[in-house]
T-cell receptor
Framework: DTAVSQTPKYLVTQMGNDKSIKCEQN?????MYWYKQDSKKFLKIMFS???????INETVPNRFSPKSPDKAHLNLHINSLELGDSAVYFC?????????????FGPGTRLTVL | KQEVTQIPAALSVPEGENLVLNCSFT??????LQWFRQDPGKGLTSLLL?????REQTSGRLNASLDKSSGRSTLYIAASQPGDSATYLC??????????FGTGTLLAVQP
């Protein structure tokens, strides 16, 4: 299936731990994004990468570090997890060319910090 | 700073009704506007994308319009079905493809 995929789907961890969420797309897109959806269901962009280059870096604590090993992957590493990091994290991607501003989303990773 | 608002926050209609969801934004300097659907516990599905130079887009029973000057977009759903029940999100796109999302409308279509 061609899609944006994320692993894991669910992540439960203790405060203070370090964790990573992985995202992969096989759509041939060249731009990838991370969004956070909080408990009130509000979605906000965190980062975007184009061809492994950081494009958008919103006001996000530096405990969050995205890494793009190639244009098909964008991983999110979170250090020293806090209760407020509990949310659903969505990865998205968009294609090059005239449809470059149409974003396709993954299924999300629900992170719960205890 | 761009702010996107959706009205109503929740809507319940009987099956077969036509309905309109509203989205408003404060800064008209947008590149595009995208409507998404989100089912409970799932990701977002793109429904329609309207470029800033366009006034509307249609897909099946869905029609989205865009009025940049007034900062408004509407999503029209014809002949609603229970399967249309979901949260509908609008998002405005700016430079660098940054999407600013609205607050969402939770739609329930009663059989």
């Amino acid at each position: 299936d061609t899609a944006v995929s994320q692993t894991p789907k669910y992540l439960v961890t203790q405060m203070g731990n370090d964790k990573s969420i992985k995202c992969e797309q096989n759509l041939g897109h060249d731009t990838m994004y991370w969004y956070k959806q909080d408990s009130k269901k509000f979605l906000k962009i965190m980062f975007s990468y184009n061809n492994k280059e950081l494009i958008i870096n919103e006001t996000v604590p530096n405990r969050f570090s995205p890494k793009s090993p190639d244009k098909a992957h964008l991983n999110l590493h979170i250090n020293s997890l806090e209760l407020g990091d509990s949310a659903v994290y969505f990865c998205a991607s968009s294609p090059p060319g005239p449809r470059h501003n149409e974003q396709f989303f993954g299924p999300g990773t629900r992170l719960t910090v205890l | 700073k761009q702010e996107v608002t959706q009205i109503p926050a929740a809507l319940s209609v009987p099956e077969g009704e036509n309905l309109v969801l509203n989205c408003s934004f404060t800064d008209s300097a947008i590149y595009n506007l995208q409507w998404f659907r989100q089912d409970p516990g799932k990701g977002l599905t793109s429904l329609l994308l309207i470029q800033s130079s366009q006034r509307e887009q249609t897909s099946g029973r869905l029609n989205a319009s865009l009025d940049k000057s007034s900062g408004r977009s509407t999503l029209y759903i014809a002949a609603s079905q229970p399967g249309d029940s979901a949260t509908y999100l609008c998002a405005v796109g700016g430079a660098t493809n940054k999407l600013i999302f609205g607050t969402g409308t939770l739609l329930a279509v009663q059989p």
